[in-house]
């Protein structure tokens, strides 16, 4: 279940002020919602915890984001990591692809 936080409703709250307060309430369950369809399981456990989509969504720009040097420096070693990317023993088709994948689109992320 997704608990969200928001500016608590005061005790003599009008029957508006309880529309608005669940229709936000909807609003940022539907955005946390849609960020945990949008990452991977390895990202999720940093923002699991997270009750709000505005927490999660800041943790996410400051773990990704970052200024120009150092989205540069990231943006080189994921290109010379890519460059090394071999398919392990173990590993099926599937996850090597995942992994082709995921390489791709944090160069993309960062490209912008």
Do not use: H
Request: glycine share 2%; net charge positive; proline share 2%.
């Amino acid at each position: 279940q997704v608990k969200t936080i928001l500016d608590p409703l005061p005790a003599n709250a009008t029957a508006e002020q309880r529309t608005t307060f669940k229709e936000a309430q909807k609003k940022d369950s539907n955005a946390l919602f849609l960020i945990y369809q949008c990452i991977d399981a390895k990202v999720f456990e940093k923002i699991a915890d997270f009750t709000t989509s505005k927490e999660t969504w800041d943790t996410l720009q400051k773990s990704y984001g970052g200024d120009a040097k150092v989205k540069k420096v990231k943006l080189q070693a994921l290109k010379r990591q890519y460059e090394l990317l071999e398919m392990k023993n173990d590993e099926t088709i599937a996850d090597y692809f995942t992994r082709v994948v995921t390489f791709t689109n944090q160069m993309k992320i960062l490209w912008k």
